[in-house]
């Protein structure tokens, strides 16, 4: 995943892609939101919590059932050797790869 689909993704969040400045000591502040922490991180998308916070965000957004059908068409079209089944289908789709599918179905648009 890329640092600009990062950026896309926490910004769907509604939430800061912190920029870390050093503050006094060790200590780090975002020159964004001013929030401030000793270990300055991001979300990485790689984890179970981050998909399923996507996933809460599209529902609160409406977009869910957008993507849903989205995902469907793309596993069709794009996992080979999978007969498509509802089974198989929501095995793949729950998995923290997935957050990459959201990047990519922002960045072509349809939401
Ligand atoms: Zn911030």
Redesign the pocket.
Same mark, same amino acid.
């Given at each position: 995943m890329t640092e600009g689909d990062k950026i896309l993704l926490t910004e769907y969040l509604w &939430? $800061?892609?912190? &920029?870390?400045d050093y503050f006094t000591g060790s200590s780090l502040i $975002?020159? #964004? $939101? #001013?929030?401030s922490a000793n270990h300055g991180h991001n979300r990485t998308f790689t984890t179970g919590n981050d998909l399923l916070d996507l996933k809460d965000k599209m529902v609160e957004k409406v977009d869910w059932d957008e993507f849903f059908f989205w995902a469907q068409k793309y596993f069709v079209e794009n996992v080979p050797h999978v007969k498509y089944s509802w089974q198989m289908f929501t095995h793949w789709l729950l998995r923290p790869e997935t957050c990459q599918l959201v990047a990519d179905w922002l960045k072509e648009g349809t939401c």
């Open positions: &939430e $800061c892609f912190h &920029e870390w $975002c020159r #964004k $939101c #001013k929030v």
